[in-house]
């Protein structure tokens, strides 16, 4: 460098301002200016933010700032991290740019969560979970460093894949959903922490090829406006109040939280929620039809009902395959 120039770095060009990050089901990644989304009409068929083709739907949406590092985590159980500003500005109708572009994914692997730094701010740990029920727990300072290349966040046995991380204080429950309608809530000071290349260890026992669906981590002991919320295959839906579930220990095989029969398939996905959410539920079914529909729309019952219809499907034979609350 010349004697008296001072060396810019791509942080000192961009301003630091609130962004939106959009990722959607096929793997296409933008960014955009936060008012793209203030003057939008609820309800309808629109999927926000993204034209696409007609079956690619929003899996990610979250607004940061364009300077915050983001952490990207896969179904291989790898993390890669990413400067806000450098995922490319779209318009609200562009598709973005595909994922595997800026991150160095294998054939199979997907991002499977995404976690801004400033959200992480006051963790100590990340808690893992795979969808054969392993769970990990890893100091956050694991992941200051993220190489550009990925680092190893959990080691995974063939055929099990990492769906949820989420940050926790120490002293958190953790709460597990299966497909069949089990579920387990225990301290998460059950699992010790580990390094980052640890496989884990049980969270629920699954029978007869049951997956987890859902996983949360809840401050101990603040459940009381808390719910639980499943939505099944055949497009079910129903919320139950979270203090219906109980303590109990890490690695067994939980209680139910869902009858699951013929009428209203497997469970395909599970969150905790606060019953006065105001998020928007976006249900994909598998063949390519879609449907938004505000969250305060589904009906609180109780812990072992069916739950009510969210989704009515126009082709025969088709079931929800995927759910996001946006």
């Known amino acids: 460098i010349a004697h008296g120039v001072k060396e810019f770095s791509m942080e000192d060009l961009v301003p630091n301002e ?3 990050v959009v990722i959607t089901h096929d793997g296409y990644i933008k960014r955009l200016p936060p ?6 009409a609820r309800g309808g068929k629109g999927v926000i933010g993204v034209a696409t083709k007609e079956e690619d739907v929003v899996e990610h949406l979250f607004i940061t700032n364009t300077h915050a590092d983001i952490l990207f985590f896969t ?6 991290q990413l400067k806000a500003y450098d995922i490319p500005q779209g318009s609200r109708t562009s598709k973005g740019q595909a994922v595997v572009n800026f991150l160095q994914l294998a054939p199979q692997e997907k991002v499977s969560v995404v976690r801004s730094a400033p959200d992480l701010a006051t963790a100590k740990f990340l808690i893992m979970v795979t969808v054969n029920g392993l769970i990990k727990k890893v100091d956050i300072a694991d992941f200051a460093q993220v190489r550009r290349s990925g680092l190893i966040a959990i080691k995974l046995k063939n055929g099990d894949s990492l769906q949820w991380v989420k940050p926790s204080t120490g002293k958190d429950d953790v ?6 309608g089990q579920s387990v809530r225990f301290k998460e000071k059950q699992v010790r922490a580990m390094g980052r290349t640890a496989s884990g260890v049980r969270g629920i026992r699954l029978k007869n090829n049951d997956k987890v669906v859902g996983m949360d981590a809840i401050e101990e002991g603040n459940d009381k406006n808390l719910q639980l919320f499943i939505i099944s295959m055949e497009g079910l839906g129903k919320r139950s109040p979270l203090n219906q579930y109980r303590l109990q220990g890490r690695g067994g095989s939980g209680v139910k939280c869902a009858k699951v029969t013929n009428k209203t398939g497997e469970l395909v996905a599970a969150y905790v929620v606060n019953e006065k959410d105001d998020r928007d539920l976006l249900m994909m079914s598998m063949k390519g039809q879609v449907i938004r529909l505000p969250f305060g729309s589904v009906n609180t019952i109780g812990r072992v009902s069916q739950g009510v219809r969210l989704m009515r499907f126009k082709e025969p034979n088709d079931k929800v395959a995927s759910v996001t609350l946006i």
């Open 35 to 40: 008012d793209t989304f203030k003057s939008q």
């Open 175 to 180: 709460v597990l959903i299966t497909r069949q």
């Open 18 to 20: 609130e962004t939106v």
């Open 75 to 80: 179904t291989s159980g790898r993390v890669f």
